[in-house]
Structures are given as C-alpha cells and as structure tokens.
C-alpha cells in the first residue's frame, strides 16, 4: 500500500515479489500516480488514492511448509479494501507469487 500511496519506492520490493507480481504492482503504482495527479490539479486533494492506509487484520493459512497465503483488509479515509497473497519459499527466501489488491 505504500508504493500505491507513492512513500515507498517499488524497487525497495523487487527481492519480495516474483517478476509477475512486480509488473502487476507497477502498473496499479502508476495507474494510481495518474489518478492522484488528476485529483491533485483538480483540487481536491480529498480524493488522492492510498494515502495514510492502516490495516484493519491479517489472516494466514499454511498451505505447506513452504507456501503460505494470506488476506488482509486495509482502511484509507472510509473505504476498506482487501489484500491478498501468496508467499512461496523459493531458495531459501520469500517470495509474494500472486497478490491481488482490491
């Protein structure tokens, strides 16, 4: 949600994300970098995307030792939104393999 939110730079997630992944966030970043723009030239600020998000839970579920998945709902301003992933251990590290954001 911060890449979204445009406080943290998508590269800090490339070791996290599987190269899938990554394009997907990248393209949700910049659709949202647009629409912030738009809203901020048109003066209404009120309208900026992803912007001071807290997460409202979490759920996991072990699939395998080395798969998990997990879902997480976020609120920003009055909307809540859900998150959704799948972390795979892959050469000893994690890596998100699919993540939907609602």
């Known amino acids: 949600m911060e ?57 996991t579920c072990r699939i395998n030792a080395h798969v998990y998945e997990a879902s997480a709902v976020t609120c920003e301003n009055h909307r809540a939104r859900a998150v959704a992933l799948r972390l795979e251990r892959r050469r000893g590290h994690w890596k998100v393999t699919a993540l939907e954001i609602g």
Do not use: I, K
Not at 33 to 59: E, F, I, K, W, Y
């Open 3 to 59: 890449v979204l939110g445009g406080s943290r730079p998508l590269q800090q997630l490339a070791d996290w994300l599987d190269p899938p992944s990554y394009e997907r966030l990248q393209l949700r970043a910049n659709l949202v970098r647009t629409l912030n723009r738009a809203a901020g030239a048109s003066g209404r600020p009120d309208q900026l995307l992803h912007r001071n998000v807290s997460v409202r839970t979490v759920r």
